[in-house]
């Protein structure tokens, strides 16, 4: 259940990131922004309860957010990507990949070192 909170509270940072840029046209969708960003708290804070380390969880959370925002950006709103940023996106997801191996090395040395 830690990783279905963790995926939820990146979709509903990303939707509330969205949602501001185009809340800037239709005010309406304010009251998506403060829905994608309260229900991306609380689904971080159920998926911190269910067992996920602190450094994990917002390191995915925070990681995959900013990428994933930048690519919906230029889907919804034909925002550019430059090689740069591209290049950014792919270092962001290979630190995200780096601290997930190193948590499950850090798990697996831990019951190694209990049992």
Excluded: C, H
């Excluded at 509330?16 to 239709?26: E, F, N, V």
């Excluded at 995959?64 to 034909?78: E, H, I, N, R, Y």
């Amino acid at each position: 259940m830690k990783w279905f909170f963790l995926v939820a509270a990146i979709t509903l940072e990303v939707t509330g990131s969205l949602s501001l840029k185009a809340a800037l046209d239709a005010p309406a969708l304010y009251l998506l922004v403060a829905v994608g960003y309260l229900g991306s708290f609380l689904a971080l804070f159920l998926s911190l309860r269910s067992g996920m380390g602190l450094g994990v969880a917002y390191g995915i959370w925070g990681a995959s957010g900013v990428a994933l925002t930048a690519v919906m950006s230029l889907v919804v709103f034909g925002e550019p990507i430059t090689p740069l940023m591209g290049l950014g996106i792919v270092l962001v997801m290979g630190g995200v990949l780096l601290i997930e191996l190193g948590s499950q090395a850090a798990q697996k040395n831990g019951r190694e070192a209990q049992g």
